[in-house]
T-cell receptor, first 114, second 109 residues
Framework: DAGVIQSPRHEVTEMGQEVTLRCKPI?????LFWYRQTMMRGLELLIY????????DSGMPEDRFSAKMPNASFSTLKIQPSEPRDSAVYFC????????????FGSGTQLSVL | DAKTTQPPSMDCAEGRAANLPCNHS???????VYWYRQIHSQGPQYIIH???NNETNEMASLIITEDRKSSTLILPHATLRDTAVYYC??????????FGDGTTLTVKP
């Protein structure tokens, strides 16, 4: 099992540009989570999906952020336009079910917005 | 969301047991206690979880008090590679897992 796969590992972009982060969950997992980690705020849950449907997006900072899960094997987190304060490590995690199952995290995407 | 409270940092001598406490006084009856750790900037790694009984696996043991308001993660023989940030979190029925600040465990030679 390859685990949760995120791409790219590192992304450097300029303020105002669109950024798309990608995630492939573990096959057979029904739930997918996007987290953001910064020194100031720690690990924050942005949004999570169950069976490809967004369940809770209350952690999404603002309208510049959007997430999609078009099928069970792929999800994207898009920031448009990006700002320097979006610089962080973005983690994707999946679990077999939404409740009471352990999370499997990817290696993260280190995003730097200049 | 129910919250957890952990000490910000702890030290442990290599080869000794590391006991990491967590308070979760507002835990609901159907919420599980989960422990994860994060080494450097890697993604958090699952360690163990439990509802009300004590649990043990190849990595650690989890002791949950009878009233479920606190728990302790035990690493029986800490090694230098166990140096990491340890998170105690609660898993809600709605599926949300909210991470707090965690405990930075430093294992010293």
């Amino acid at each position: 099992d390859a685990g949760v796969i995120q791409s790219p590992r590192h992304e450097v972009t300029e303020m105002g540009q669109e950024v798309t982060l990608r995630c492939k969950p573990i096959s057979g997992h029904n739930s997918l989570f996007w987290y953001r980690q910064t020194m100031m705020r720690g690990l924050e849950l942005l949004i999570y999906f169950n069976n490809n449907v967004p369940i809770d997006d209350s952690g999404m900072p603002e309208d510049r952020f959007s997430a999609k899960m078009p099928n069970a094997s792929f999800s994207t987190l898009k920031i448009q336009p990006s700002e320097p304060r979006d610089s962080a490590v973005y983690f994707c995690a999946s679990s077999p079910e939404a409740t009471n199952e352990k999370l499997f995290f990817g290696s993260g995407t280190q995003l730097s917005v200049l | 969301d129910a919250k957890t409270t952990q000490p910000p940092s702890m030290d442990c001598a290599e080869g000794r047991a590391a006991n990491l406490p967590c308070n979760h006084s507002t835990i609901s009856g159907n919420e599980y206690v989960y422990w994860y750790r994060q080494i450097h900037s890697q993604g958090p790694q699952y360690i163990i979880h439990g509802l009300k009984n004590n649990e043990t696996n190849e990595m650690a043991s989890l002791i949950i008090t009878e009233d479920r308001k606190s728990s302790t993660l035990i690493l029986p023989h800490a090694t230098l590679r166990d140096t990491a940030v340890y998170y105690c979190i609660l898993r809600t029925n709605a599926g949300k897992s909210t991470f707090g600040d965690g405990t930075t465990l430093t294992v010293k030679p």
